[in-house]
């Protein structure tokens, strides 16, 4: 009986790819059998990722590109283009900004959305169109946030992009659906990743004491429920967002 969480003979696509839950994701698909296309904004952590993915066993390409800038997108697509076939586009890459709806700049409101938002719907729209136009019934999978369903003031912004997020994967499923092609989202809680590295142990000790599975996240569970969405045993699932929070929001 074939696995369906097997991945073999599929090409993913991954954002972010150069750590954290990014990579861990690329992990988790190289270990299913899927050959990767990396992006990144930074060159030399993406290098060290493709490397150790490599040497693990992994077909792997990359290609750095900074997705706040316009310029690195359209090359990047460019690239995407160039590619004989892409079964999935994970939408991983991001950045937060710690500051309060009435504190925060225009500058930073719109660096936060060309990355988050911006990058993120541009490149889903040329995997789109790359998946049609060779009748590839493939998948897509936003990487959100907890914070897109239940708003942190203190990230006021990068809340609203991963929000935005949920509501354009939503319209990007409808409007796929017909084509074969699966659109997904997944909302992490606390995750221990370079963006929680703020953290302190005795923040850890509180915030693990708010989840009821009783600890913090790692990349590595997202990853796993990454390789869900995007193989066949999720074959019937598109329009949905997974929660893996170890249950944060069940008392927030």
Not at 5 to 23: E, N, Q, V, Y
Not at 72 to 93: P, Q, S
Not at 160 to 170: H, Q, V
Not at 195 to 209: C, D, G, I, Q, R
Request: charged residues 20%; hydrophobic residues 40%.
């Amino acid at each position: 009986m074939a696995d369906p969480f097997r991945m073999d003979g599929k090409t993913a696509l991954i954002t972010g790819a150069g750590r954290g839950i990014g990579k861990a994701i690329s992990k988790a698909f190289a270990g299913q059998g899927a050959e990767l296309l990396l992006t990144s904004r930074n060159e030399e952590k993406l290098r060290l990722a493709a490397r150790e993915l490599t040497t693990e066993g992994a077909k792997c390409r990359y290609f750095p590109a900074d997705l706040s800038c316009m310029e690195d997108i359209e090359k990047l697509i460019g690239w995407i283009n160039g590619i004989d076939r892409i079964d999935c586009y994970v939408n991983n890459a991001a950045f937060t900004d710690f500051s309060y709806p009435t504190q925060t700049g225009a500058e930073t409101i719109a660096s936060l959305f060309h990355t988050n938002y911006r990058a993120s719907v541009l490149l889903a729209q040329a995997a789109a169109k790359h998946m049609t136009a060779k009748d590839i019934k493939g998948c897509m999978l936003f990487v959100t946030s907890i914070n897109a369903i239940s708003a942190l003031p203190s990230q006021a912004f990068y809340s609203s992009t991963k929000a935005a997020l949920e509501s354009i994967m939503k319209s990007f499923a409808a409007e796929l659906a017909p084509y074969g092609i699966r659109v997904n989202s997944i909302a992490p809680g606390a995750i221990m990743t370079d963006m929680n590295s703020h953290f302190t142990p005795e923040k850890v000790t509180e915030l693990s004491a708010k989840i009821p599975l009783g600890c913090i996240g790692e990349p590595e569970d997202i990853g796993d429920a990454a390789v869900f969405l995007c193989s066949d045993a999720a074959r019937y699932v598109t329009g949905t967002t997974l929660v893996a929070d170890g249950g944060y929001l069940l008392r927030r």
